[in-house]
């Protein structure tokens, strides 16, 4: 016999007490991940600060490995005087800000000093740097806005040689390239092509070499002829006897 029949108040109740109770989910966001901190005008010139001074660095900035190097650089921005009271930088974010800075500033340059190409007379630096703006706008379409960083950096010899070396690399070699074909293409000819090339001209090759002949003939005489009017005029003029002198003479005649 069933000791719980389906309609009893015993089964009733032993279902409602094994029945479980919601659970109730917190009402607790998702945290959101922390916003991007944007770099001050103070950052960014303790950064080139820091870049400049341990690039500069004679010991160790050949040496030092990656890693290494943007380690000395979170310290020298952390540690800056400038900038106490804020968050301390990451030297990932370092790297990253420097060569968001380093790439723009590279591209104002060239845009700049586009602009003093075609500054007219009369025109100052104000409109100088407005059109270098409008350059700039106009080739990588968004609008140049680490100026700050561009006055930092654009007279230290460092960073435009560093700038240079790495953004010309390709354009050197290109240019080089270019430089040697250039050469290859104008370069003379041999002596028998020269000779091969003036026989198909001329059509008869057996005339030709014949004057070829005469004129090496008439070379080496004149080349004769220039020695002993050397050694004529190397002897004292008392010296020369009358026919030595009327030699001399005639030398000289025909090689005027």
């Not at 800056?80 to 800000?97: A, D, T």
């Not at 104002?108 to 703006?133: I, R």
Request: charged share 30%; glycine share 4%.
């Amino acid at each position: 016999m069933d000791p719980f029949p389906l309609n009893s108040p015993g089964f009733v109740n032993l279902l409602t007490s094994q029945t479980t109770q919601p659970i109730e989910i917190g009402s607790s966001e998702v945290p959101k991940p922390p916003e991007r901190r944007k770099w001050t005008i103070k950052e960014d010139l303790v950064l080139i600060s820091a870049w400049l001074n341990t690039s500069k660095d004679p010991i160790t900035s050949n040496e030092q490995k990656l890693g290494a190097f943007w380690k000395r650089i979170e310290e020298y921005v952390n540690a800056s005087p400038l900038l106490v009271g804020s968050i301390p930088r990451e030297w990932s974010q370092c790297k990253q800000r420097w060569g968001r800075v380093n790439e723009q500033v590279c591209k104002f340059v060239g845009c700049h000093e586009a602009a003093l190409k075609e500054q007219a007379s009369g025109q100052n630096e104000n409109d100088v740097m407005k059109v270098a703006h409008d350059i700039f706008l106009n080739d990588y379409k968004a609008k140049f806005s680490l100026e700050h960083c561009w006055r930092e950096l654009r007279f230290d010899q460092k960073w435009r040689s560093h700038s240079l070396t790495s953004n010309g690399a390709k354009e050197k070699r290109k240019e080089t390239a270019d430089e040697v074909g250039r050469e290859e293409d104008v370069r003379p000819p041999g002596v028998k092509a020269s000779k091969a090339a003036k026989r198909k001209k001329h059509g008869n090759e057996a005339a030709f070499d014949q004057i070829e002949t005469i004129l090496a003939a008439k070379n080496m005489l004149s080349l004769s002829k220039q020695k002993i009017l050397d050694r004529l005029l190397g002897k004292n003029a008392d010296t020369l006897t009358d026919q030595e002198l009327a030699l001399k003479n005639k030398l000289i005649s025909e090689l005027l």
